[in-house]
């Protein structure tokens, strides 16, 4: 019962996401929700205002900095959060008397 | 390129689909790492190197190899 | 945890310097060609963890020990937020790049882009760290050391 529900659900969101990808504009159209002016400005602007050649890693890391710097804290929480679940397993270091 | 690109994300569909179904754990992660590497494949078609170099270290190799980890420690079937 | 396979060890010992050699490669020239700090770092630490692996968590954390990662961890990130500073000191908002004074270099060569590849060696810096602390952190779970 539970797979039959599961197959009938996978085939909903299969239908779904078709419908949603032939919706989608083609390839390289102006029409495109994503297209704006800034997309001109990075291509024609962009190896002047950086000096650099990849114009990806200029946007990552010049333009969208700030955005780099959240996904960068986003790895150092999940570090975090991993040691602080599971390094308590480990007897390898001694608690303070006051807890 | 239609052909490579309909058999791949054909590919893509059946690999997804089988992850859901199968009951070993160590099968799906190694289907789940057939996934990322002809993803990234699909992505070099796009023109994204970028994300395809990161999608084969990150989703093929580093995933892969914490979720062997992860298994190590835990049960491999799926009761 | 060791592995004793003489085949295993042998290939290791050949592959991972050009591996490394690599991850550094992609890294370093993260502003020039594909790539950048998350695929290079994420290279790095995957040799990292294929050493330990191999050759055992003794000789890995010998190599690159726990201490070394975590210093390594948050090394990365306040390297990236001083670069920051910089910026907002010299050129009036955070991040900021050229305006800052950081050095444009000639365009296409590897110093150049001023502080992009600064800030790609400590994404790198800090995705290797990542990388081996997350895989040592789940290996050493309810090991008693």
Known sequence: MRAKLTDIVFVIVFVVLVIGVMNMPTDATTAAPAYNDIINHYLEQGADETNAVNIVAAILTDYRGFDTLGETIVLFTSVVAVSSVLRSARHDWKFDDDE | ???????????????????????????????????????????????????????????????????FAVISKTRRHES | ???????????????????????????????????????????????????????????????????????????GIMLFILIGLIGLMLGGSFLTNLDAGFPAGELGSILSGGMIPLLMIAIGIKVTSTMINLFNLLIDEGVHS
């Open chain 2, 1 to 67: 390129m239609v052909v490579l690109n309909v058999i791949i994300v054909v590919f893509l569909i059946v690999c997804a689909v089988a992850i859901g179904k199968i009951k070993d754990l160590i099968g799906a992660v190694i289907l789940f790492s057939a996934y990322s590497l002809m993803m990234s494949v699909l992505w070099l078609i796009l023109n994204t190197p970028d994300v395809a170099i990161t999608e084969a270290s990150i989703g093929a190799g580093v995933t892969s190899i914490l979720f």
């Open chain 3, 1 to 75: 945890m060791t592995m004793n396979d003489i085949i295993v060890k042998t290939i290791t010992r050949i592959v991972l310097p050009f591996a490394q050699l690599y991850g550094v490669f992609v890294i370093l020239n993260g502003h020039i060609s594909p790539g950048g700090g998350f695929a290079g770092g994420a290279i790095l630490g995957t040799t990292l963890i294929l050493y330990t692996l191999v050759f055992g968590r003794k000789k890995g954390s010998k190599k690159f020990s726990h201490r070394a990662s975590e210093i390594a961890e948050s090394g």
